[in-house]
């Protein structure tokens, strides 16, 4: 009876184990823990720590040179500084998620590179799996023979207007947040680290509700998670749910870490000044920051991009941001010109009153705090919340 029982056991803790060890493979979260770069004589070495073995893909995008790595979902438990790690061939680098069920990596290079060797390495040495990636300075021609074709333009025969969806009479305004950043686009760097793509999601969540709180519009928020979203594809979400206000959100950081204050910006294809022009440049850089390959557009973009040339609209975006520029003002400090005009592509929206709002200086250490305080953000999304209310209130008569 002893033994039966005792080979029934057994046989159970066996078939435990082999269960165990199949969930624990197949459905087990991935961690990145690490990415570390190592420099040597002929080549500049990217080692990625994790939990467990990854597949995954490597290519090259040119001008500026980048090597791009995508990987399956990954939760990012790296140090604060891999955001600022450099060395060798590689001037920077980037990570998060860039789309759903899919993580990435960019490593932007001082020169032309290519992959000599890409490879996981078993645990051991005190790490975990490792995956490592080897590139060498190669010519400009050698490196531009190892990247992707590039993807077919839309011939312009086959592109088709859409138009954006007019509201039912029964429903109250749709207004559209957008936090800048997300994903493997992590935005600005705080003193403290912080990411600007987290201080923004954070704020603009706060918008969606103080809007929300007031009863007379709709809310919808362009992401609501940690996630990249290409910057026309934001313009396209806001005109696809019938928007009829777009907020963009952000906060800048700069080399000089006494500049402070908050900034509203419209559409213009000639800035205002030349600081509003490199801003918009910067912002306007995106997509390549996230490894996006620019070479074509479909048919949604090029539906955007159509005609800028309506002149109500962006009066419309100069009325919102006028009358918002008081109500932040009593909150945060703001710019000398605190309205300020340049060409950023998440404002091209022909049909949408768009704005920009900079809300600070994440390299400056007062912001940072006021941009970081529960507190102050439930104020600053408060006065957004009335600006937003007043400017329907306005269009009503």
């Not at 860039?98 to 078993?122: C, E, H, I, N």
Request: proline share 6%.
């Amino acid at each position: 009876m002893c033994i039966a029982f005792l080979k029934r056991a057994i046989f159970l803790s066996f078939v435990s184990c082999l269960c165990w060890a199949s969930v624990g493979s197949a459905g087990a979260e991935i961690v990145a823990r690490d990415i570390r770069i190592g420099v040597h004589k002929s080549k500049t070495r990217v080692v990625l720590d994790l939990t467990t073995n990854v597949k995954f893909t490597i290519f090259a995008l040119a001008d500026p040179y980048r090597i791009v790595l995508d990987l399956p979902d990954i939760r990012w438990q790296v140090p604060a500084a891999a955001a600022r790690r450099n060395g060798g061939l590689i001037a920077g680098l980037r990570y998060g998620q860039y789309q759903p069920g899919k993580s990435r990596v960019v490593l932007d290079l001082r020169a032309p590179g290519t992959v000599g060797k890409s490879f996981m390495l078993p645990p051991g040495e005190g790490y975990g799996p490792r995956l490592v990636i080897d590139i060498k300075n190669v010519s400009r021609k050698a490196f531009l023979a190892s990247i992707r074709p590039p993807a077919k333009k839309v011939p312009r025969a086959t592109q088709k207007i859409v138009l954006k969806p007019t509201r039912k009479p029964a429903e109250r305004p749709l207004v559209v947040i957008d936090p800048g950043h997300g994903g493997v686009d992590p935005g600005a760097i705080g003193i403290s680290g912080i990411f600007e793509k987290r201080v923004t999601l954070a704020m603009a969540r706060q918008v969606g509700k103080a809007i929300q709180a007031l009863g007379r519009q709709r809310v919808r928020l362009t992401r609501n998670r940690d996630i990249f979203i290409p910057l026309r594809r934001r313009v396209a979400i806001a005109r696809a749910a019938g928007a009829e206000l777009f907020v963009s959100i952000h906060a800048d950081s700069i080399a000089n870490r006494r500049v402070r204050g908050g900034g509203i910006y419209t559409l213009s294809e000639n800035s205002s000044d030349k600081e509003a022009a490199a801003l918009a440049a910067k912002e306007n850089r995106a997509d390549l920051i996230a490894g996006v390959n620019l070479s074509g557009h479909d048919d949604e973009v090029a539906s955007i991009l159509i005609d800028l040339t309506q002149r109500e609209t962006m009066n419309y975006s100069a009325q919102f941001a006028a009358a918002l520029v008081p109500e932040l003002r009593q909150l945060i400090q703001m710019r000398r010109k605190p309205h300020r005009f340049a060409g950023f592509v998440v404002l091209k929206a022909p049909d949408v009153p768009s704005v920009l709002i900079e809300l600070g200086y994440l390299s400056n250490r007062r912001d940072e705090k006021m941009l970081t305080s529960p507190r102050s953000r439930a104020a600053i999304a408060k006065a957004i919340a009335r600006s937003v209310d007043n400017y329907f209130r306005v269009q009503k008569r």
